[in-house]
């Protein structure tokens, strides 16, 4: 029997992904109450337990060699506790340390394994209450809050809402975006299921199932290096021209036949005799899903802002991973698994691509901001989704503050948004460090050599 409960906050963080958890910890930090909700067991989203993918960023996992692109802030703060006491590099072991990160805060309420399920209005363009269930305690909440934050990925409290949306990919004249295809249509990037594996000290047959894709040559995988098998493999992806919401289970189990195809080629086509030894550890059920909805804002980013380094005076993050995209119909393509645009500068992401342009109290962080889908193709990637979390989350505590909706802080000027994220450990391209209660900025800084991207001085001037 359920039992409904009412509750009330500051800001309401649906999705506690690495996106949610920056954001709830921001906007705590920043004073607010939090209530922040997951529908899942375990925070992390695609970097949890459940599904295992390693969060990248504008450093492209160590490839930008030309300046220092790692993402700083709250996502920094974890990496580093985590290098200390996770050095195995467990992903269990990640899922307690955001366990403890948001459960130490005390302005945060965290209710996991509990599902967004409808919004309650208090007018066509304002949230009053994320109502919310929780089966495993036959639970139901309604969650009042002055500012809410979708950061679910699939936009899930957005399209309850009745926040403006896109799906799937504009054409090229929409948005005069030469790596979109010639006309608009629904699909979208694939999701992929993956796999570890482990070392023994003997023989380690595998037995196929009858029900699995068989890939007996090399060459049935073109493009796709295997040698190394470890971790899995992203390029296992499929459902990109399904929708990635109301078919996920069939995608899930397309996914699975797929993952151990290739896991029977590497052990049973006699092309890798190094996997002898070798034995699956662990194989995902959830599938790890880069692109479903994204809510639309007062700017849409696209590609031009992305390849020409636009700046944006509302700029409260930035990204740099590859305008990444990958054919629809993921490994059964024909063309490489992905195509990659490198970037030579970091780009910066404005606050109005942060808040949906039609339902005012409403924030966004992750994968469904407001972005076409080849600017997606780059911001989609978690790091980029922390830095954007701890923006949205530090933008929903001062509107709640100030009770004003985000356009209001862009319409009205943006440096004290800025200045506390600088404050907070964050990086805004372009954006110095003016607080005047920072003793920091009298100090002089030499150095006995420096770089012109990499002044001395720049440790204390927020560049």
């Not at 139901?140 to 809410?148: A, C, D, R, T, V």
């Not at 490198?342 to 691509?353: G, K, N, Q, T, V």
Request: net charge negative.
């Amino acid at each position: 029997m359920l039992t409904a409960h009412q509750l009330r906050a500051d800001v309401v963080v649906v999705g506690g992904g690495m996106a949610g958890v920056c954001a709830a910890i921001a906007a705590a930090r920043t004073g607010a109450q939090v209530v922040l909700i997951h529908d899942r067991p375990m925070l992390g989203g695609n970097a949890s337990s459940e599904i295992r993918v390693h969060i990248s960023g504008a450093d492209c996992a160590g490839n930008r060699h030309n300046v220092d692109a790692r993402e700083s802030g709250i996502l920094e703060e974890i990496r580093l506790e985590d290098a200390v006491r996770n050095p195995q590099r467990s992903f269990s072991m990640f899922d307690l340390l955001l366990w403890e990160w948001v459960k130490r805060e005390p302005n945060i309420t965290l209710m996991l394994n509990t599902s967004c399920i409808g919004a309650q209005m208090a007018a066509p363009d304002r949230i009053r209450a994320v109502q919310a269930l929780r089966h495993s305690t036959e639970d139901l909440f309604f969650i009042q809050g002055k500012m809410f934050i979708d950061c679910t990925g699939d936009g899930c409290l957005g399209a309850e809402a009745n926040a403006e949306y896109r799906m799937g990919r504009e054409g090229k004249a929409e948005y005069d975006e030469s790596l979109a295809p010639d006309e608009p249509d629904l699909h979208t990037l694939g999701s992929s299921i993956l796999f570890m594996t482990r070392r023994y000290d003997h023989p380690m047959p595998f037995r196929a199932p009858d029900w699995i894709y068989h890939f007996p040559r090399c060459d049935d995988l073109p493009f796709r290096n295997h040698d190394q098998f470890q971790w899995g493999f992203w390029w296992v992806e499929w459902g990109g021209e399904l929708n990635t919401i109301k078919d996920n289970e069939t995608i899930r189990d397309e996914l699975l036949r797929i993952a151990l195809g290739v896991w029977d080629h590497i052990k049973n086509s006699g092309s890798h005799p190094e996997s002898e030894n070798w034995a699956l550890e662990w194989i995902g059920f959830i599938p790890a899903k880069r692109e479903s909805r994204r809510l639309l804002g007062d700017y849409v980013l696209r590609q031009q802002d992305l390849q020409r380094a636009e700046q944006f005076e509302d700029a409260v993050a930035y990204g740099g991973w590859p305008i990444d995209l990958h054919p629809p119909s993921g490994i059964f393509s024909s063309e490489p698994p992905c195509t990659q645009v490198w970037l030579d500068e970091l780009y910066s992401i404005p606050l109005r691509a942060l808040y949906s342009r039609n339902v005012d109290n409403l924030l966004m962080a992750g994968r469904n901001i407001s972005a076409t889908h080849v600017a997606f193709a780059s911001t989609r990637v978690m790091g980029t989704a922390s830095v954007m979390g701890q923006a949205a989350g530090t933008a929903a505590a001062l509107c709640a503050t100030y009770n004003i909706p985000p356009r209001t802080i862009v319409r009205e000027g943006v440096n004290e948004l800025q200045q506390q994220l600088l404050k907070d450990d964050a990086y805004i391209i372009g954006v110095t460090n003016s607080d005047p209660y920072d003793v920091a900025r009298t100090a002089h800084v030499r150095a006995s050599s420096e770089i012109p991207q990499g002044r001395a001085i720049n440790v204390i001037n927020g560049i």
